[in-house]
């Protein structure tokens, strides 16, 4: 069963707005974290942000915020200003306390236009 | 300074052939894995070594074998190769879980893109 889900497969956005991604997940652990990492054309995973599933606040980096809504199990990524360097594709990923390894969703492209 | 490494960072070959990827991290971390990424993208587990231990070997053809011969490298050998296996091959490193939330040190080399031609 897919444990992260992306549905937007691409967005546009213009430069200066903010853009919100959309990522759901499904896990019963009660203990998780969920990342978000951005793609760029050149091919490296470049980590962004992270949300641990006790953490009572919001994460925050920078121009990146997490809407972690637990009980809707969603980590929306919101980035706020956007740049023409965060053209790019974005992924959310989930690791469960009682797994090592990193599950990804099928990822969100975006496209900022000047 | 490299946290993670690894080589090469193009590869192309015929198919048949035998090849390796080679991975290094330098920080510290008890666990690494191999990712693939397809052409649409997707990214997956194949294996993943725990101080050299074998703890994560999802569906992946036998043809693929990795090696772990210390915590800091873990290498990746396939046999055999097969147009199907052109893709995006990401190294990683994690640290230990911490307590009980899971550890965000989480570290991708580069990428190896393998095209078999």
């Known amino acids: 069963a897919q444990k992260i889900t992306q549905t937007q497969p691409g967005m546009f956005v213009q430069e200066k707005e903010a853009v919100t991604l959309d990522c759901t997940y499904d896990?019963?652990?009660?203990?998780?974290?969920l990342f978000w990492y951005k793609q760029p054309s050149s091919g490296e995973m470049i980590f962004l942000i992270y949300?641990?599933?006790?953490?009572?606040q919001n994460a925050t980096e920078g121009r990146y915020s997490l809407n972690f809504q637990k009980a809707r199990k969603s980590a929306n990524l919101v980035i706020s200003a956007s740049q023409l360097g965060d053209s790019a594709m974005y992924f959310c990923?989930?690791?469960?306390?009682?797994?090592?390894?990193?599950?990804f969703g099928a990822g969100t492209t975006v496209t900022v236009r000047a | 300074d490299t946290a993670v490494s690894q080589t090469p960072k193009y590869l192309v070959t015929q198919m048949g052939n035998d090849k390796s990827i080679k991975c290094e991290q330098n920080l510290g971390h008890d666990t690494m894995y191999w990712y693939k990424q397809d052409s649409k993208k997707f990214l997956k587990i194949m294996f993943s070594y725990n101080n050299k231990e074998l703890i994560i070997n999802e569906t992946v053809p036998n043809r693929f074998s990795p090696k772990s011969p210390d915590k800091a490298h873990l290498n990746l050998h396939i046999n055999s190769l097969e147009l199907g296996d052109s893709a995006v091959y990401f190294c990683a490193s994690s640290q230990e879980w911490g307590g009980t939330s899971p550890s965000r040190g989480y570290t991708f080399g580069s990428g190896t893109r393998l095209t078999v031609v």
């Open positions: 949300q641990g599933s006790y953490d009572q």
């Open positions: 990923a989930m690791r469960e306390v009682n797994d090592y390894k990193l599950s």
């Open positions: 896990t019963s652990d009660p203990s998780y974290g």
